[in-house]
Nanobody
């Protein structure tokens, strides 16, 4: 059974930092692209960042470039999202997702596996 479990969310003041973790199980980690997505109230789910587990290639949404860093630890089947210089507009539920092979970052419906999400709230 495929499982993605996010952790690390919370409440932080603007300018602060959080580190999200995604622990994966039930599939061959190296064969998948792992992504972070977020959904704010009343808005569509959007891609934040993704990483190829086999080659470590990364991609970021323009809104988080220079502030967020995605990384993976293949030995632990885990992906992390270091979020610095947080802004109130980063407030959302953050989801981890996995897709075999090359994934379409901009088409959330194409990602097969999703975690339950973790809330990130940035106060002004």
């Amino acid at each position: 059974e495929v499982q993605l479990v996010e952790s690390g969310g919370g409440l932080v003041q603007a300018g602060g930092s959080l580190r999200l973790s995604c622990a994966a199980s039930g599939f061959t980690f190296d064969d998948y692209t792992i992504g972070w997505f977020r959904q704010a109230p009343g808005k569509e789910r959007e891609g934040v960042s993704c990483i190829g587990s086999s080659d470590g290639g990364t991609y970021y949404a323009d809104s988080v470039k220079g502030r967020f860093t995605i990384s993976s630890d293949n030995a632990k089947n885990s992906v992390y999202l270091q979020m610095n210089s947080l802004k109130p507009e980063d407030t959302a539920v953050y989801y981890c997702a996995a897709e075999r092979g090359v994934a379409n970052f901009y088409r959330t419906s194409s990602w097969h596996y999703w975690g339950q999400g973790t809330q990130v709230t940035v106060s002004s």
